[in-house]
C-alpha cells in the first residue's frame, strides 16, 4: 500500500508548519515512520489521501467515543450552522450542556465552558490560587494537563515521547510553583504534604493517568488522596478530560466513588469540535468572573457548533447500554491482545479500563507509574505500530498514549484487528 500523497503533502507541511504539524505527537517521530494525511473519516475507519483505510483506535486522541461522523452529531451540528456559527452572547444550548454535566459528573455544581483542556486546567488552578491563596500545585510524573507553563513538569504525552524535561520557555519561577511526584506512591505524596501543605493550592491529577499510556491508580489510593487533600483543605482537582464520559457517565470520579473538588473536561464533551470545561462546587465556582473576582474569558467560549456536537454526542452516551457495549468490545481487543502476544512469545502487558488500554511492550507485569512506563521498550512499539499501520490498523503513534474502543467498533473490527495483530507480532518475533 503506498502513501504517495501523504508523503508529498508532509514534505510541504514541514516548509510551512514546524515539524508538518500542529500538535507534536501527530508527526509520528518517535515510531519511526511520516504520517498519513486524513481525507475523511467515517465510523471507526479513517481514510487517507491515498484510499488507505484504517480501523482507528485514536478516536481523535479521545473525543470520537460514537466513531467518526455520527449521524446524529452531523445533523445536530449542520442545525446548528445554519443559524450562525459564534455571537459573543448567551445561547441555550450552553445551558442545556452545563445542566447535563452538573447532573450526571458527581463533583459538578456549577460548570464554565472554554475551548479546550489546556484551558480547563489552566483555568481551574487559576481558580484554586484564587479561592485558597496559595500559590503551589502539585502534579504526578507523567501526568498530562494541556500545554501551560504551570504544567510543563515532568509532563506526559508528547513531552514524553519525545524524551524532554519540561520546556524552554517557561521561567523557572513559573515551575517553582510546581512540585511533581511519582503517581501511585503515598510516601511520596505525604512527604510533600507534610513540608508544603500551607503553600499547596491544588493537588491535580488524571485519576486514571492515559499520557503515559494507560496506568491504573492503585486500590485505595485515589480515596487517600482525597482524604489527605480534605484535612489540610488543599483543593483535589481531577483532570477528566480523557476519562470524563469515558469511563461512564459520571467519569472516573463515579467509577471509583472518589469526589474531588474541582473537575477538568474536554475531548468527548465536544463530540470532535474545540471544547473545553471545569467545574465544581458553587462555593468555588462562584468565584469566576462576573460573578466572582477570578478572571477567565473567551471569545469563543460556549461556541454554537461545538456545543451542539457535545450534546449530540451526549444524546447518544446517555441510551441505556452504551458503556456495556464499549466494555464488551474493549475486553474482547484486550483479551484477543493477550492471546495473540502469548502465541507470538511477545512479552507485553495490556492495561486497560473501560474503552481504553495500552500495550505496554517489554514488560511482564502491571505498570504503576511513569518511571516504569518509560523503561518499556519504545523501539518495539514503533515495529509494531508500523506493521499494524500497514495492516490497516492506526494506532497512537506512541508508546505513552491510550488506544481508544468507540461505539462503531463492532465485534468484527475487533476481530480483524486482533488477526492483524497476530501477524504485526510475527514480524517482530
Ligand atoms: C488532552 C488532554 C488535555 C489537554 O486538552 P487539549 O484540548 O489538548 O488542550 C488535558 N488533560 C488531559 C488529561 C488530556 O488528556
Known amino acids: 500500500m503506498g502513501r504517495t500523497l501523504s508523503n508529498s503533502f ?50 481523535s486522541w479521545g473525543p470520537m467515543i460514537l466513531g467518526h461522523s455520527h449521524p446524529h452529531v452531523v445533523a445536530m451540528v449542520e442545525e446548528a450552522l445554519r443559524l450562525g456559527t459564534s455571537f459573543g452572547a448567551p445561547t441555550w444550548r450552553e445551558v442545556e450542556l452545563a445542566k447535563r454535566i452538573t447532573q450526571l459528573v458527581p463533583s459538578i455544581e456549577k460548570v464554565r465552558l472554554v475551548n479546550s483542556g489546556t484551558e480547563a486546567t489552566m483555568s481551574a488552578i487559576r481558580l484554586a490560587r484564587g479561592f485558597t491563596g496559595r500559590k503551589k500545585i502539585l502534579k504526578f510524573d507523567g501526568c498530562y494537563h494541556g500545554h501551560a507553563d504551570s504544567f510543563l513538569v515532568k509532563a506526559g504525552s508528547g513531552v514524553a515521547t519525545l524524551g524532554i524535561p519540561g520546556s524552554p520557555g517557561v521561567p523557572e519561577e513559573i515551575v517553582a510553583n510546581t512540585i511533581a511526584i511519582p503517581f501511585n506512591d503515598l510516601d511520596a505524596l505525604r512527604q510533600v504534604l507534610d513540608k508544603e501543605a500551607k503553600d499547596l493550592a491544588a493537588v491535580i491529577v488524571e485519576p486514571v493517568p492515559a499520557n503515559m499510556g494507560v496506568i491504573l491508580p492503585k486500590e485505595g489510593y485515589l480515596e487517600t488522596v482525597r482524604k489527605w487533600t480534605e484535612e489540610l483543605d488543599i483543593l483535589l482537582i481531577f483532570d477528566e478530560v480523557i476519562t470524563g464520559f469515558r469511563l461512564g457517565l459520571g467519569g472516573a470520579q463515579e467509577y471509583f466513588g472518589v469526589i474531588p473538588d474541582l473537575t477538568c473536561l474536554g475531548k468527548i464533551i465536544g463530540g470532535g469540535l474545540p471544547v473545553g470545561a471545569y467545574g465544581g462546587k458553587r462555593e468555588i465556582m462562584d468565584m469566576i468572573a462576573p460573578e466572582g ?26 441510551r441505556p447500554g452504551t458503556y456495556e457495549a464499549l466494555e464488551e468490545k474493549a475486553s474482547r481487543l484486550e483479551e484477543g491482545l493477550n492471546e495473540v502476544a502469548a502465541d507470538r512469545g511477545i512479552s507485553c502487558t495490556v492495561q486497560r479500563i473501560g474503552s481504553m488500554m495500552t500495550t ?70
Open 10 to 59: 508532509f514534505e510541504q507541511a514541514k516548509e510551512y508548519i514546524p515539524g508538518g504539524v500542529n500538535s507534536p505527537v501527530r508527526a509520528c517521530k518517535s515510531v519511526g515512520c511520516d504520517p498519513p494525511f486524513v481525507r475523511e473519516a467515517q465510523g471507526c475507519y479513517i481514510y487517507d489521501e491515498d484510499g488507505n483505510f484504517y480501523i482507528d483506535y485514536v478516536c
Open 360 to 429: 505496554f511492550f517489554g514488560k511482564t507485569g502491571p505498570v504503576t507509574n511513569f518511571e516504569e512506563a518509560l523503561s518499556s521498550d519504545t523501539d518495539q512499539y514503533g515495529a509494531f505500530f508500523r506493521a499494524m499501520l500497514d495492516l490497516n490498523v492506526w494506532l497512537a503513534p506512541s508508546q505513552f498514549e491510550a488506544a481508544f474502543v468507540s461505539l462503531a467498533h463492532d465485534l468484527e473490527d475487533i476481530e480483524n484487528t486482533i488477526s492483524a495483530a497476530y501477524e504485526a507480532l510475527g514480524e517482530l518475533s
Open 293 to 318: 473576582p477570578v478572571y477567565q474569558a473567551g471569545t469563543l467560549s460556549g461556541n454554537p457548533l461545538a456545543t451542539a456536537a457535545g450534546l449530540a454526542t451526549l444524546d447518544i452516551l446517555m
